[in-house]
């Protein structure tokens, strides 16, 4: 038995209401550029409209003019998605509170997850939207998840709670010891003063 090994999201699909609340969501507030649109090939009655979160993957839209938008959460029971989550820039996200407000979006205010910073908030059919933006760059050559399987090592092995930016600074520091060679013989922390 061997696995099936994936490589990166493909696309999420969702059930939309009509055409133009997703286009007004999507684009209008997330700034996702509205890259496709066609006929849902397995159902005539809705279109599948598609969007570029920022990473040139897609997040695409069923679309039926009958139905319309509903702000109820949606459903959280085992097996529902209970949200999704959206990278942002740190500038981007400062602004995010205030640009939500305008709309008369109510949101969560600023959440600090330790390795991260969130603020939620419902989309136009009670889906739940996150705005993450990771409080660290990962060092060159390296990826978020290199920064946060060692982090997470660290926090483990020191008995904390969870991730807090003490963990991410000494796994970056370690990250780049092992990565980056050094005519140093001794690259042990040192006062100069």
């Given amino acids: 038995m061997r696995k099936i090994q994936s490589q990166g999201v493909h696309h999420i699909t969702l059930t939309g209401a009509d055409r133009q609340t997703s286009i007004d969501f999507w684009e209008g507030v997330l700034g996702m550029p509205f890259v496709f649109d066609q006929p849902n090939l397995d159902n005539p009655d809705e279109g599948?409209?598609?969007?570029?979160?920022?990473?040139?993957?897609?997040?695409?839209?069923?679309?039926?003019?009958?139905?319309?938008?509903?702000?109820?959460?949606?459903?959280?029971?085992?097996?529902?998605?209970?949200?999704?989550?959206?990278?942002?820039?740190?500038?981007?996200?400062?602004?995010?509170?205030q640009r939500l407000e305008e709309r008369g979006i109510g949101h969560s205010g600023v959440k600090d997850r330790g390795f991260m910073d969130s603020i939620y908030f419902k989309d136009p059919l009670g889906l739940?939207?996150?705005?993450?933006?990771?409080k660290f760059f990962p060092p060159e050559g390296c990826t978020h998840a290199d920064v946060m399987i060692l982090a997470h090592k660290l926090r483990v092995e020191r008995g904390d709670y969870n991730i807090q930016e003490i963990h991410l600074a000494d796994a970056i520091e370690q990250l780049v010891e092992a990565r980056q060679q050094s005519l140093s013989t001794d690259r042990n922390a040192k006062n100069p003063f």
Avoid at 49 to 71: H, S
Avoid at 128 to 134: P, Q, R, S, V
Wanted: charged share 20%.
């Fill in 48 to 97: 599948h409209l598609y969007f570029d979160p920022g990473d040139g993957r897609l997040i695409t839209v069923f679309t039926n003019e009958t139905r319309k938008p509903n702000r109820r959460r949606t459903p959280t029971e085992p097996g529902c998605v209970h949200h999704l989550a959206f990278n942002v820039s740190r500038a981007s996200f400062t602004q995010a509170a």
């Fill in 128 to 134: 739940l939207i996150e705005l993450a933006t990771y």
